[in-house]
């Protein structure tokens, strides 16, 4: 599976962003997916999954939602309500069993995309 994200950019606090990953090569409909985030001098953390039921850090519920399409075979974080500390690169990955599992067992990932919120 290749994993392309987009729609990262600069924002002020409050603003809103949608971020997509567009895989190919393999259907997301037989993938759990998941969005991770790391900030400079931080470990990279998972922000939302989808499969099963959908998971969100704590940090973001309520402001970010992922959904997938899988006719588009896309995945999408909409993230409202942003905050500085939002502010990082943010990755999409996406495994047949879970993303809630140590990073380097995660099948596949893609390039960042780079989220900056302004105070």
């Known amino acids: 599976v290749q994993l392309q994200a987009s729609g990262g950019g600069l924002v002020q606090a409050g603003g809103s962003l949608r971020l997509s990953c567009a895989a190919s090569g393999r259907a997301i409909s037989n993938y759990y997916m998941g969005w991770f985030r790391q900030a400079p001098g931080r470990e990279r953390e998972l922000v939302a999954s989808?499969?099963?039921?959908?998971y969100y850090a704590d940090s973001v519920k309520g402001r970010f939602t992922i959904s997938r399409d899988n006719a588009k075979n896309t995945v999408y974080l909409q993230m409202n309500s942003l905050k500085p500390e939002d502010t990082a690169v943010y990755y999409c990955a996406a495994d047949l069993r879970t993303v809630r599992r140590d990073l380097a067992s995660i099948d596949y990932w893609g390039q960042g995309t780079q989220v900056t919120v302004s105070s």
């Open positions: 989808s499969g099963g039921s959908p």
